[in-house]
């Protein structure tokens, strides 16, 4: 669905901005549409897909993961192909894209375990744009490797030490700096989230997943899914999947959310928080009784996050996607089992989806088909795991 002209999907969106970011996202909101409707703009996002960042991606069916189980078909949409090891490159290269057209001068991201850094910095490089990243100080240090790579493109990698030097902190600062800088620079938002048109803009560019995804599911098996697994971080790989089978009713979407350990210690947004506001719209979070945003943990880095995008609120709401979650010793187990039984080591974001498939699996047959999106690859992950 498109959201309504105030940008919500049914109560959840919006924009909650202090009044000199308003101007800044009418604007992009006015672009958007215009590149949207302009065939130049695809053509371009899509040949750049092609070229550089190696799409289509392939689908893949998993030949021994879930065979003790089941005999249903388990296939895999393999984002982890992708150029820079995820899907986060669709979002940057059609973001980078806009920004070229808008004519701004710069990009400016946040990022938390780096992955965004990463590939908003491989744009910047691309496309000739200087990139500042910022980025929480204790991030900067726990993730050395991203942050040498995003250096290594040219990207300026900004320690925030405010707060509690991470995520949070860092967004806050970039906020800040895009105030001061509209004129000139593009904010490029990593995930589903924030303010609208963001939730909107980022869903239209990774919905290159799913449309994909219906299109060579149905060319290789004659039939729809009978379910589509995602994991849930900010959201957007499993809104871009969903997108592809939000029409298909008979197709049942599942989300998988950060269970980490337990009641307390989580990131699941959906299933253990509340509604309220957190950079930028009304969504689901996790906060206390009184408003203050809790500490998340996850060890999947990309799903430690208090907030989810709100299209998956009001997917939720709707009874069209349901939600669950996987706690980090599964997410451990499936990130082992899956590399031993199928060459292929996982993100251990995507291996939070991998577990609950293998659970989702036993009580699914030969003629159903439960299709993954395998977001990412685990080479980050192997200090971690
Ligand atoms: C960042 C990341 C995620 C979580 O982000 P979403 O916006 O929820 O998709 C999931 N998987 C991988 C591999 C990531 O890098």
Known sequence: MTPDARGYFGSFGGRFVPEVLIAALDELEKA???????????????????????????????????????????????????????HKINNTVGQGLLARRMGKSRLLAETGAGQHGVATATVGAKLGLPVDVYMGARDVERQALNVHVMRLLGAQVHAVSSGTQTLKDA???????????????????????????????????????????????????????????????????????????????????????????????????????SVGVLHGSRSYLLQSEDGQVLPTHSIGAGLDYPGVGP?????????????????????????????????????????????????????????????????????KDLGAS
């Open 311 to 379: 299209e998956h609120a009001y997917l939720k709401e709707s009874g069209r996607a349901r939600y669950v979650s996987v706690t980090d010793a599964q997410a451990i187990d499936a990130f082992h089992e899956f590399a031993r039984s199928e060459g292929i080591v996982p993100a251990l974001e995507s291996a939070h989806a991998i577990a609950f498939a293998r659970i989702l699996a036993a009580e699914r047959g030969a003629h159903d088909l439960i299709l993954v999106n395998l977001s990412g690859r685990g080479d």
């Open 32 to 86: 958007t549409a215009a590149a949207f409707a302009d065939a130049a703009f695809w053509n371009e996002y899509h040949a750049v897909l092609r070229d550089f960042v190696g799409r289509p991606s392939p689908i893949y069916q998993s030949e021994r993961y879930t065979a003790a189980v089941s005999a249903v078909p388990l296939v895999l949409k393999r984002e982890d192909t992708n150029h820079t090891g995820a």
């Open 171 to 273: 967004t806050n600062e970039a906020f800040r700096v895009w105030a001061e800088r509209i004129e000139d620079t593009f904010y490029v938002i990593g995930s589903v989230v924030g303010a609208h048109p963001y939730p909107y803009l980022v869903r239209e560019l990774q919905k290159v997943i799913g449309v994909e995804a219906r299109r060579q599911v149905l060319e290789r098996y004659g039939r729809l899914p009978s379910d589509v697994v995602a994991c849930v971080g900010g959201g957007s790989n499993a809104i871009g999947i969903f997108a592809g089978f939000l029409d298909d009713p008979e197709v049942s979407l599942w989300g998988v959310e950060a269970g980490g350990e337990g009641a307390g210690k989580n990131a699941a947004s959906l299933g253990a928080g």
